[in-house]
């Protein structure tokens, strides 16, 4: 199983508030959820600090990023607790099965 996340949702519902933006500034946007998507795995850092530290983004991108930005923020806090949760629970197997694995041994 990969240990890195490879990827990121964008919801349907985001439409509306992306629609109006001008195409250069949906690309601004993009590119921008993309970056922060792949940061958040690593390091803690909220939507607003990422969209105030990029300055190609008009006002109504940075809402419409804060937004996004704090679905995919969700999104990966869930999926690095199921990661936690699985490794700690293939660990937990592998005790099980040497501890079997020795029990056998003296049969």
């Not at 250069?24 to 940061?39: I, P």
């Not at 990029?54 to 999104?75: K, V």
Request: charged fraction near 25%; hydrophobic fraction near 40%; include cysteine.
């Amino acid at each position: 199983m990969a240990s890195e996340k490879k990827g990121f949702v964008l919801y349907f519902d985001s439409y509306p508030s992306i629609a109006s933006l001008p195409a250069e500034q949906r690309g601004v946007l993009l590119s921008a959820l993309f970056q922060y998507a792949s940061r958040i795995c690593t390091q803690e850092e909220g939507p607003l600090a990422a969209a105030e530290a990029c300055r190609e983004m008009a006002p109504e991108t940075r809402m419409a990023f804060c937004f996004m930005a704090g679905a995919i923020a969700r999104d990966t806090k869930k999926w690095k607790q199921r990661q936690s949760n699985l490794s700690r629970a293939a660990k937990e197997r592998e005790a099980g099965h040497k501890e079997t694995d020795s029990a056998w041994n003296y049969v």
